[in-house]
């Protein structure tokens, strides 16, 4: 297959890079916005067309979630428009799409992990912008397959885990929520998934994925410091109301990571795993 990557600069665009070389059957083209506008949709079906390209993983998105509260214009043209152009654009090949999406699409007041069924509330402009992203794909392209993830971090860019190892190696102390609630992604495994369920091919739907285990801000902070070697730093723990932020924080979006364990048959590691895995790379 030839298949289009989509933000290949990012934390999980890079790691995809990473594992190409462990499927040589499929040819790969990664694309960053200097390779291919993913805002322009005659320049997608250039593109696509030119490739004869079979299927498309979009990791583009615009992340920066505070920023976004002022931004919504640009944030949507590249979370809800672009992937609207993607799979309409695929769908004219019979192709498929990956699609990434994120647990800011709920409103984090479950107080169980949440299912790919539970209703979505998003509360904030980049929330809002990945769910339509989701309904977009969905409405264009019958062959997509959309991932939920969340507290993504990596080797590659800039993200939590890199950002407390550099303020733990210059402050004595840091404060940090512990009273929002989820589950850490290593976009080395997010990787890995996606990769595994191309291979087996892919099967429609809404999936969710994270590592495994249960974690809040703080304690992850904390066990980021104690595998980096770090212990000049004292981590405080803070209210949420104590770290006011433009855009409101699911407080609770722990996911269940069922459906895509069943349906393509893979093991997800426990965060901390993942975790030491990543900061010996680093």
């Not at 209210?239 to 393509?264: C, F, G, M, N, Q």
Request: contains cysteine; negative net charge.
């Amino acid at each position: 297959m030839n298949i289009l990557v989509t933000g290949c600069h990012g934390q999980l665009g890079n790691e995809i890079q990473l594992l190409e070389n462990n499927y040589p059957q499929h040819t790969y083209y990664n694309t960053d916005r200097d390779e291919l506008d993913i805002t322009d949709s005659d320049a997608i079906a250039h593109f696509v067309d030119e490739h004869h390209i079979d299927g498309i993983i979009n990791c583009a998105a615009y992340t920066a979630v505070d920023k976004a509260e002022t931004d919504e214009q640009l944030c949507t043209t590249l979370n809800a428009t672009a992937p609207a152009y993607l799979a309409q654009t695929i769908e004219k090949r019979n192709g498929w799409m990956v699609q990434i999406s994120t647990d800011y699409v709920f409103d984090g007041t479950n107080h169980t992990p949440y299912v790919e069924t539970d209703t979505t509330k998003p509360n904030s402009v980049y929330g809002r912008t990945k769910l339509e992203g989701e309904i977009n794909v969905q409405k264009y392209c019958k062959r997509t397959m959309i991932v939920r993830t969340a507290w993504l971090y990596s080797i590659f860019g800039n993200n939590f885990v890199k950002t407390m190892i550099r303020l733990g190696k210059e402050r004595d102390s840091i404060g940090v929520v512990f009273d929002q609630i989820g589950t850490p992604t290593y976009a080395h495994d997010l990787a890995n998934a996606i990769m595994t369920a191309i291979g087996q091919g892919i099967k429609p739907g809404i999936y969710h994925f994270s590592n495994e285990g249960v974690i809040s801000w703080y304690d992850f902070t904390k066990a980021i410091h104690r595998l980096a070697g770090i212990n000049t730093c004292r981590v405080r723990p803070l209210h949420t109301a104590e770290y006011p932020s433009a855009a409101p924080r699911p407080h609770y979006s722990v996911l269940d990571k069922t459906k895509i364990k069943t349906t393509y048959n893979i093991d997800i590691p426990y965060w901390e795993d993942s975790l030491k895995q990543c900061i010996d790379k680093l």
